[in-house]
Protein backbone atom coordinates (compact mmCIF):
# COMPACT_ATOMS: atom_id res chain seq x y z
CA UNK A 1 0.00 0.00 0.00
CA UNK A 2 2.15 2.94 -0.92
CA UNK A 3 -0.86 5.45 -1.48
CA UNK A 4 -1.22 8.79 0.96
CA UNK A 5 -2.83 7.18 4.27
CA UNK A 6 -5.11 9.62 6.36
CA UNK A 7 -6.45 8.38 9.85
CA UNK A 8 -9.12 8.65 11.28
CA UNK A 9 -11.56 7.92 8.39
CA UNK A 10 -14.53 9.09 10.37
CA UNK A 11 -14.42 11.21 13.04
CA UNK A 12 -18.03 12.45 15.09
CA UNK A 13 -17.46 15.33 17.68
CA UNK A 14 -19.07 17.53 19.80
CA UNK A 15 -18.68 21.28 19.52
CA UNK A 16 -16.41 22.74 21.46
CA UNK A 17 -14.28 19.83 21.12
CA UNK A 18 -10.50 19.68 19.59
CA UNK A 19 -9.80 16.96 16.55
CA UNK A 20 -6.44 16.27 14.91
CA UNK A 21 -6.16 14.30 11.84
CA UNK A 22 -3.35 12.84 10.51
CA UNK A 23 -2.17 12.01 6.92
CA UNK A 24 0.89 9.87 5.69
CA UNK A 25 2.26 11.14 2.64
CA UNK A 26 3.75 8.71 -0.16
CA UNK A 27 7.13 8.21 0.67
CA UNK A 28 9.41 10.20 -1.05
CA UNK A 29 7.00 13.21 -1.28
CA UNK A 30 8.10 16.14 0.33
CA UNK A 31 4.53 18.42 -0.51
CA UNK A 32 2.28 18.03 1.68
CA UNK A 33 -1.14 19.31 0.97
CA UNK A 34 -4.58 19.86 2.88
CA UNK A 35 -7.59 20.58 1.41
CA UNK A 36 -11.48 20.71 2.73
CA UNK A 37 -14.29 19.24 0.36
CA UNK A 38 -17.87 20.53 2.21
CA UNK A 39 -20.83 18.65 0.84
CA UNK A 40 -21.22 19.26 -2.35
CA UNK A 41 -18.92 21.77 -3.00
CA UNK A 42 -15.26 22.16 -4.72
CA UNK A 43 -11.93 21.77 -2.93
CA UNK A 44 -10.67 24.47 -0.78
CA UNK A 45 -7.03 24.94 0.27
CA UNK A 46 -5.91 25.14 3.54
CA UNK A 47 -2.31 24.42 4.20
CA UNK A 48 0.42 23.11 2.25
CA UNK A 49 3.89 21.91 3.56
CA UNK A 50 7.27 21.81 1.75
CA UNK A 51 9.16 19.74 3.69
CA UNK A 52 8.33 20.74 7.49
CA UNK A 53 7.73 24.50 6.52
CA UNK A 54 4.47 25.92 5.17
CA UNK A 55 5.11 28.38 2.29
CA UNK A 56 1.06 28.88 1.89
CA UNK A 57 -1.29 28.98 4.98
CA UNK A 58 -3.67 31.35 3.50
CA UNK A 59 -5.86 28.92 3.02
CA UNK A 60 -6.60 27.86 6.77
CA UNK A 61 -10.31 29.62 8.17
CA UNK A 62 -9.32 31.00 11.35
CA UNK A 63 -6.80 30.51 14.15
CA UNK A 64 -8.41 27.53 15.70
CA UNK A 65 -6.95 25.59 12.59
CA UNK A 66 -3.49 24.60 12.30
CA UNK A 67 -1.01 22.20 10.79
CA UNK A 68 2.15 20.93 11.59
CA UNK A 69 4.69 18.21 9.86
CA UNK A 70 7.91 16.33 11.37
CA UNK A 71 10.45 14.48 9.83
CA UNK A 72 9.16 15.79 6.46
CA UNK A 73 6.46 12.98 6.71
CA UNK A 74 3.22 12.85 8.70
CA UNK A 75 1.15 15.78 9.44
CA UNK A 76 -1.64 16.67 11.72
CA UNK A 77 -4.02 19.50 11.22
CA UNK A 78 -5.35 19.86 14.47
CA UNK A 79 -9.03 22.37 15.26
CA UNK A 80 -9.34 23.53 18.20
CA UNK A 81 -13.08 24.22 19.71
CA UNK A 82 -14.72 22.08 16.42
CA UNK A 83 -17.61 24.43 15.26
CA UNK A 84 -20.59 22.62 13.52
CA UNK A 85 -19.25 24.76 10.24
CA UNK A 86 -16.36 22.61 10.59
CA UNK A 87 -17.76 19.49 9.54
CA UNK A 88 -16.52 18.33 6.04
CA UNK A 89 -14.58 16.14 4.57
CA UNK A 90 -10.91 16.58 4.93
CA UNK A 91 -8.33 15.41 2.49
CA UNK A 92 -4.77 15.51 1.73
CA UNK A 93 -2.84 14.87 -1.15
CA UNK A 94 1.03 14.79 -1.80
CA UNK A 95 3.85 15.16 -4.27
CA UNK A 96 7.13 14.88 -5.00
CA UNK A 97 7.39 18.74 -4.83
CA UNK A 98 9.34 19.26 -8.48
CA UNK A 99 9.49 22.39 -9.62
CA UNK A 100 8.53 21.16 -12.82
CA UNK A 101 5.22 21.50 -13.87
CA UNK A 102 4.26 17.87 -13.58
CA UNK A 103 4.37 17.81 -10.02
CA UNK A 104 0.94 15.80 -9.33
CA UNK A 105 -0.85 15.45 -6.49
CA UNK A 106 -2.54 12.04 -5.08
CA UNK A 107 -5.25 12.08 -2.54
CA UNK A 108 -5.71 10.10 0.44
CA UNK A 109 -8.87 8.65 1.49
CA UNK A 110 -9.97 11.77 3.31
CA UNK A 111 -11.29 12.39 6.88
CA UNK A 112 -14.78 12.20 7.11
CA UNK A 113 -15.70 14.85 10.56
CA UNK A 114 -19.12 15.71 11.76
CA UNK A 115 -19.37 18.23 14.41
CA UNK A 116 -22.62 17.70 16.17
CA UNK B 1 -6.26 36.01 -7.67
CA UNK B 2 -5.85 32.89 -9.57
CA UNK B 3 -9.51 31.23 -11.08
CA UNK B 4 -9.57 28.45 -12.14
CA UNK B 5 -13.80 28.29 -13.67
CA UNK B 6 -15.40 25.55 -14.46
CA UNK B 7 -19.49 24.77 -15.74
CA UNK B 8 -20.86 22.95 -12.21
CA UNK B 9 -23.47 20.83 -14.94
CA UNK B 10 -25.14 18.28 -14.35
CA UNK B 11 -23.90 17.84 -17.73
CA UNK B 12 -25.97 15.20 -19.35
CA UNK B 13 -24.82 12.77 -22.40
CA UNK B 14 -26.14 9.19 -23.89
CA UNK B 15 -24.07 6.07 -23.02
CA UNK B 16 -21.62 5.97 -26.09
CA UNK B 17 -21.43 9.39 -27.08
CA UNK B 18 -19.24 12.24 -26.38
CA UNK B 19 -18.89 14.27 -23.39
CA UNK B 20 -17.22 17.48 -23.74
CA UNK B 21 -15.58 19.53 -20.39
CA UNK B 22 -14.21 22.98 -20.26
CA UNK B 23 -12.27 24.92 -18.18
CA UNK B 24 -11.10 28.52 -18.39
CA UNK B 25 -8.53 29.68 -16.14
CA UNK B 26 -7.09 33.87 -15.27
CA UNK B 27 -4.03 33.36 -15.30
CA UNK B 28 -1.86 33.44 -18.42
CA UNK B 29 1.26 32.18 -17.35
CA UNK B 30 -0.27 29.07 -16.17
CA UNK B 31 2.21 26.62 -16.62
CA UNK B 32 -0.07 23.43 -16.45
CA UNK B 33 -3.15 21.74 -16.45
CA UNK B 34 -4.60 18.73 -14.52
CA UNK B 35 -7.81 16.37 -14.70
CA UNK B 36 -9.00 14.83 -11.83
CA UNK B 37 -12.17 12.39 -11.61
CA UNK B 38 -14.28 12.17 -8.64
CA UNK B 39 -16.80 9.64 -7.67
CA UNK B 40 -19.47 10.71 -4.87
CA UNK B 41 -18.12 9.75 -1.29
CA UNK B 42 -14.86 9.52 -2.80
CA UNK B 43 -11.74 11.10 -3.06
CA UNK B 44 -10.34 13.09 -6.71
CA UNK B 45 -8.12 10.91 -8.59
CA UNK B 46 -5.88 12.05 -11.68
CA UNK B 47 -7.00 11.39 -15.27
CA UNK B 48 -4.12 12.92 -16.69
CA UNK B 49 -2.14 16.30 -17.30
CA UNK B 50 -1.07 18.58 -20.13
CA UNK B 51 1.26 21.61 -20.56
CA UNK B 52 2.06 21.68 -24.17
CA UNK B 53 -0.73 23.58 -26.53
CA UNK B 54 -2.82 21.04 -28.59
CA UNK B 55 -4.04 17.71 -27.72
CA UNK B 56 -3.24 14.76 -25.88
CA UNK B 57 -5.04 11.50 -25.89
CA UNK B 58 -4.72 8.12 -23.31
CA UNK B 59 -7.34 5.72 -24.15
CA UNK B 60 -10.89 7.25 -24.16
CA UNK B 61 -9.45 10.53 -22.83
CA UNK B 62 -8.38 13.46 -24.62
CA UNK B 63 -6.99 16.49 -23.32
CA UNK B 64 -6.80 20.15 -25.36
CA UNK B 65 -5.35 23.18 -24.05
CA UNK B 66 -5.06 26.44 -25.77
CA UNK B 67 -3.18 29.13 -23.59
CA UNK B 68 -3.84 31.55 -25.57
CA UNK B 69 -7.63 31.52 -25.04
CA UNK B 70 -6.85 29.86 -21.59
CA UNK B 71 -9.10 27.02 -21.87
CA UNK B 72 -8.23 23.40 -21.61
CA UNK B 73 -11.03 20.42 -22.34
CA UNK B 74 -11.51 17.03 -21.69
CA UNK B 75 -13.11 15.15 -24.06
CA UNK B 76 -14.31 11.69 -22.98
CA UNK B 77 -14.57 9.44 -26.07
CA UNK B 78 -17.49 6.24 -26.03
CA UNK B 79 -19.01 7.23 -22.89
CA UNK B 80 -20.00 4.83 -20.16
CA UNK B 81 -22.09 5.20 -16.91
CA UNK B 82 -19.14 4.24 -14.71
CA UNK B 83 -17.64 7.92 -16.17
CA UNK B 84 -20.03 9.43 -14.12
CA UNK B 85 -18.75 11.19 -11.63
CA UNK B 86 -17.60 14.67 -10.93
CA UNK B 87 -14.46 16.10 -13.02
CA UNK B 88 -12.14 18.84 -11.32
CA UNK B 89 -10.22 20.87 -13.16
CA UNK B 90 -6.68 22.09 -11.49
CA UNK B 91 -3.85 24.83 -12.87
CA UNK B 92 -0.54 24.89 -11.95
CA UNK B 93 1.48 28.36 -12.56
CA UNK B 94 4.61 27.49 -10.91
CA UNK B 95 5.89 28.12 -7.07
CA UNK B 96 2.36 27.64 -5.67
CA UNK B 97 -0.07 24.81 -4.83
CA UNK B 98 -2.28 23.87 -7.85
CA UNK B 99 -5.74 25.61 -8.04
CA UNK B 100 -8.84 23.90 -8.81
CA UNK B 101 -12.25 24.50 -10.10
CA UNK B 102 -15.24 23.11 -8.45
CA UNK B 103 -15.69 20.79 -10.85
CA UNK B 104 -17.94 19.83 -13.46
CA UNK B 105 -20.90 17.04 -12.37
CA UNK B 106 -21.20 14.40 -15.65
CA UNK B 107 -23.86 11.89 -16.02
CA UNK B 108 -23.81 9.42 -18.76
CA UNK B 109 -27.23 7.69 -18.99
CA UNK B 110 -27.45 4.43 -20.22
Known amino acids: GAGVSQSPSNKVTEKGKDVELRCDPI?????LYWYRQSLGQGLEFLIY????????KSGLPSDRFSAERTGGSVSTLTIQRTQQEDSAVYLC??????????????FGPGTRLTVL | QKEVEQNSGPLSVPEGAIASLNCTYS??????FFWYRQYSGKSPELIMF????GDKEDGRFTAQLNKASQYVSLLIRDSQPSDSATYLC??????????FGKGTRLSVIA
Open chain 1, 49 to 56: FQGNSAPD
Open chain 2, 90 to 99: AVFSGNTPLV
Open chain 2, 27 to 32: DRGSQS
Open chain 1, 93 to 106: ASSFGSSGGTDTQY
Open chain 2, 50 to 53: IYSN
Open chain 1, 27 to 31: SGHTA
